[in-house]
């Protein structure tokens, strides 16, 4: 029988390496859905970080010739501090941050980090430094404790806990029977959308990088999580350079500066009360909002109690 059973288990060992390797692989082309033409220029060298300052200057962009995305947009994210970006659906957001992570050079402009323009500098390093949080988070088919673990591996059992307490996901894994053991993934146990979030935050408290990006998720999530996810983000973004593509009125709220993007610009910028106060499309946007989560809390009221 073990004359069966032992390339049975080899097989298993080859398969499991396999899938691992596959969903891996998936994650950095879904990672690196990047333009191939990015490659580090000879002598590039590493990025070196200090404040971290980013500076967008003057930046064009587009993804087809014939169809400019961004049309020169300027903005400093000081240093420890938030810069939140909201704007209508295709005005640019999330070509933002991917230009940041340089997945696509910009067109026209420049970006810095410290004074140092992006297409100078290695990716590693430049990717090493940043810490991206995605709307949507892909988990590989493991262990939740290895989804954690990814962040920064080799990290100890203690810091993962520690990842995932500060990121407000502690308390559910631990009350799982088999706790940070519990496969998760295609076929494991299914997070929410606000769980998985979290299961990021964790992850890239971990890695602990200078940048953060934050691409918030649009998805309605109730009361209870929105503040669950605020504090994991405020725990994350904490004197850390951060750009935030921000839907929460919470997020926008607290941001240091606020751009508003419209078709490729800059439409409005300042924090939270001067843009109230001019009135304009920010200010538009943030009463439709208001509106509409005041109307979700009255509804949820009144089935709480009819
Ligand atoms: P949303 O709020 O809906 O996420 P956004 O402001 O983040 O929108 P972007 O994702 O930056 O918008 O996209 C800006 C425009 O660029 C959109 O019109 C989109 O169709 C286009 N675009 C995005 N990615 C690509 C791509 N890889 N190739 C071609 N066009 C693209």
């Keep these: 029988l073990m004359q069966i059973?032992?390339?049975?288990?080899?097989?298993?060992?080859?398969?499991?390496?396999?899938?691992?390797?596959?969903?891996?692989?998936?994650?950095?082309?879904?990672?690196?859905?990047?333009?191939?033409?990015?490659t580090d220029k000879p002598g590039a060298t590493p990025l070196a970080v200090s404040g971290p300052v980013i500076r967008f200057e003057d930046v064009t962009f587009h993804y087809d010739p014939d169809r400019p995305i961004l049309k020169g947009v300027s903005f400093e994210v000081p240093a420890g501090k938030t810069v939140a970006i909201v704007g209508p659906t295709g005005a640019g957001k999330s070509t933002i941050s991917r230009l940041l992570f340089r997945f696509y050079d910009v067109t026209g402009g420049r970006i810095t980090i410290d004074g140092q323009d992006l297409r100078d500098v290695t990716q590693e390093s430049l990717r090493s430094a940043i810490g991206m949080v995605p709307q949507d988070t892909v988990l590989f088919n493991d262990t939740i404790g290895y989804n954690i673990e990814y962040g920064r591996p080799g990290a100890s059992e203690d810091e993962i806990r520690e990842a995932a307490r500060m990121a407000q996901v502690g308390g559910f894994i631990e009350a799982l029977p088999r706790g940070y053991d519990t496969p998760v993934?295609?076929?494991?146990?299914?997070?929410?959308?606000?769980?998985?979030?979290?299961?990021?935050?964790?992850?890239?408290?971990?890695?602990?990088?200078s940048i953060l990006i934050l691409d918030e998720a649009t998805s309605a999530l109730d009361t209870k999580t929105e503040r669950d996810i605020q504090q994991a983000l405020d725990e994350v973004s904490r004197n850390r350079t951060t750009v935030v593509i921000a839907h929460r009125l919470s997020t926008v709220v607290n941001a240091?500066?606020?751009?508003?993007?419209?078709?490729?610009?800059?439409?409005?910028?300042?924090?939270?009360?001067?843009?109230?106060?001019?009135?304009?499309?920010?200010?538009?946007?943030?009463?439709?909002?208001?509106?509409?989560?005041?109307?979700?809390?009255?509804?949820?009221?009144?089935?709480?109690?009819p």
């Excluded at 993934?185 to 990088?209: C, D, H, M, N």
């Excluded at 920010?282 to 909002?289: F, H, K, S």
Aim: charged content about 30%; glycine content about 8%.
């Design 5 to 38: 059973y032992r390339p049975l288990n080899f097989i298993g060992f080859v398969y499991r390496e396999l899938r691992q390797g596959l969903t891996d692989i998936e994650e950095m082309f879904k990672l690196l859905d990047q333009d191939p033409e990015i």
């Design 185 to 209: 993934g295609e076929r494991g146990l299914k997070l929410s959308g606000g769980e998985k979030q979290r299961v990021a935050i964790a992850r890239t408290i971990l890695k602990s990088p």
């Design 256 to 305: 240091d500066e606020i751009l508003v993007l419209r078709d490729g610009q800059v439409a409005e910028r300042g924090n939270h009360f001067q843009l109230l106060a001019a009135d304009g499309l920010y200010a538009q946007m943030w009463n439709r909002q208001r509106e509409a989560s005041e109307a979700a809390e009255l509804l949820a009221r009144t089935q709480e109690d």
